[in-house]
């Protein structure tokens, strides 16, 4: 089954076996028989069609390798993304589940994919091809410099780059894990990580302790996170100790907030560590809001004055991440600024 000119949009998935599943409004998903690489090559994917998938671990590759050549041959192309299933469907059935989705692209619907959430994909599509390794290779480095929670992640000294690659890979997209009902709360995602149940506490400690417990695939998600930003010893070692009052060190000074329980400070510090990381990771997702100042009475009125009118776009950067409200410490929001002033404009 080719698509024609007329059907325009083109409902895409990545089978476990990399073999790429297609359907369109016309026509049922079909296999194409074709891995990713050789899929993004078909003429009839570059005559500007819409392409819609699932963004997650299985589609990174083709997402990536999508806005490569959308941006190598200038290509009329537009790719949206969802979020996830909450179960992994077959491939025909997850073509036919991305037709249901109606949340907001803020929650986790459709939106129209941009140049911040390409460096996401990108790196899982490298992490995918290395396995598992022991240190970021240059080309994930470059890749996660570039990623929108890099200004969080790089303002941890204690942050450990490789772990906070899997880290962000494995969150994929924090709005995949927005609660409709409560979006400022971050109970889903707390539960994505395992940091959301009554045996997190223990899986933390054990974790920065390195000592493996069951069950091991809520433990694995825990050690990505505590070892991304408090590596084993971290707390107590002799650079902590000596740079303990350093306005960066604000993660550390709450962990030890509470000499009597470390392992419930742990706790309160990593669920803030995943806090500063979403909260940056969304503000820069969205480009910024653009105001026109604009008057609302002629100049001859007594209540002549002027008012500012947002500009019409489709979609506008939230702001949720505002320092004086995250950072209790002034001394931690100014050092948060020059940071930031620091970074390589990407």
């Known amino acids: 089954m080719i698509p024609t000119k007329r059907e325009t949009e083109i409902w895409v998935h990545v089978a476990p076996d990399r073999q790429v599943w297609f359907g369109t ?89 941009t140049a911040a959430e390409y460096p996401g994909y990108g790196l899982i599509s490298v992490l995918q091809r290395e396995g598992n390794t022991t240190h970021l290779s240059d080309v994930a480095l470059q890749l996660l410099q570039a990623h929108p929670a890099y200004p969080a992640l790089s303002f941890v000294p204690t942050i450990n780059l490789h772990w906070a690659a899997a880290l962000v890979s494995f969150i994929v997209d924090p709005r995949w894990h927005v609660d409709p009902t409560r979006p400022e709360r971050l109970l889903l995602l707390r539960k994505h990580l ?24 809520q433990f694995n998600r825990v050690q990505t996170v505590v070892e991304s930003w408090a590596p084993s ?72 004055g002027t008012r500012m009118m947002l500009l019409p776009a489709e979609s506008y950067a939230p702001q949720l991440f505002v320092a004086k409200h995250f950072f209790k410490e002034r001394p931690t929001r100014l050092a948060w600024g020059k940071h930031v002033d620091s970074l390589p404009r990407v």
């Open 25 to 113: 409004d016309k026509h049922p998903a079909v296999n194409s028989k074709m891995s990713p690489k050789e899929f993004v090559t078909q003429d009839w994917i570059q005559n500007g069609q819409c392409i819609r998938l699932v963004g997650d671990w299985e589609n990174a590759e083709l997402i990536s390798r999508l806005w490569n050549i959308k941006l190598a041959e200038r290509l009329p192309l537009k790719i949206y993304l969802t979020k996830t299933s909450v179960y992994r469907p077959a491939a025909d059935e997850q073509v036919a589940l991305m037709r249901q989705v109606t949340d907001s692209p803020s929650c986790g619907g459709w939106h129209q994919m």
């Open 194 to 217: 395992g940091l959301g149940h009554p045996e997190s506490c223990s899986w933390v400690w054990n974790a920065y302790l390195r000592r493996p417990v069951e069950p091991r695939a």
């Open 233 to 304: 010893g971290s707390l107590t070692s002799q650079r902590t100790e000596e740079s303990i009052d350093r306005p960066d060190y604000f993660l550390s000074r709450l962990a030890r907030g509470q000499k009597d329980d470390l392992p419930k400070g742990l706790l309160k510090a990593t669920r803030v560590f995943v806090r500063f990381v979403r909260d940056v990771w969304l503000d820069r997702l969205t480009p910024a809001r653009k105001y026109l100042r604009a008057t609302h009475a002629p100049k001859s009125s007594p209540t002549f």
